[in-house]
């Protein structure tokens, strides 16, 4: 990537392993200073120890959690001023064939990986419409295109990501 993203601060959810830790490593390599959110105390822990040098850190987040993640945001405010990009990208992908897959299985699969992306752009936003400026960067899947045998609940929560980003 070859942006300048001097100054700017990025929230990434999910951003201990993966996918998102390497879109973390990324904005830090192109200049942000970058907040990691995980879901366990190791795992902000470990963003940590990776953001703290940049001036980031690792936080814990439970994004299914709606006040936890207006406290986030309000927590990054207070720290570094602002939040000028959102990555939510957290999310899980537990492998059950379609019979084992229970209504708890697909409502759990729904909040991580699809209600959690509303819950925590609609929390940033009033921030970056006062700020005049933000971008939000929902995190997806081809997999939603093609479908894959095991992830029934996981393609369908990466279809319904891109409906709600469109």
């Known amino acids: 990537m070859n942006l300048d993203l001097s ?10 392993r993966g996918i998102g830790q390497a879109i973390a490593d990324e904005l830090v390599k192109c ?3 970058v907040i990691g959110t995980a879901t366990s105390e190791d795992g902000a822990k470990a963003i940590n120890t990776r953001l703290q040098a940049s001036g980031g850190r690792g936080e814990v987040l439970n994004v299914t959690d ?7 945001i309000d927590l990054i405010v207070k720290d570094f001023g602002g939040i ?3 990555v939510n990208n957290a999310g899980i992908d537990p492998r059950k ?10 409502d759990h699969v729904m909040a991580t990986n699809v209600r959690s ?8 936003f009033p921030l970056m419409k006062q700020q005049d400026y ?22 369908a929560s990466k279809g319904a990501i891109i409906g709600f980003t469109r």
Do not use: R
């Open 7 to 16: 100054g700017q601060i990025a929230l990434v959810t999910g951003a201990s």
């Open 31 to 33: 200049g942000a200073k």
């Open 66 to 72: 709606p006040k936890a993640c207006e406290d986030i």
């Open 84 to 86: 000028d990009v959102l």
């Open 97 to 106: 064939t379609w019979n084992e897959i229970t209504v708890e299985d697909w």
């Open 117 to 124: 992306q509303f819950i925590c752009a609609k929390a940033v």
């Open 134 to 155: 933000g971008k939000i960067i929902n995190v997806s899947s081809v997999v939603f295109l093609t479908g894959q045998k095991g992830y029934v609940h996981y393609v």
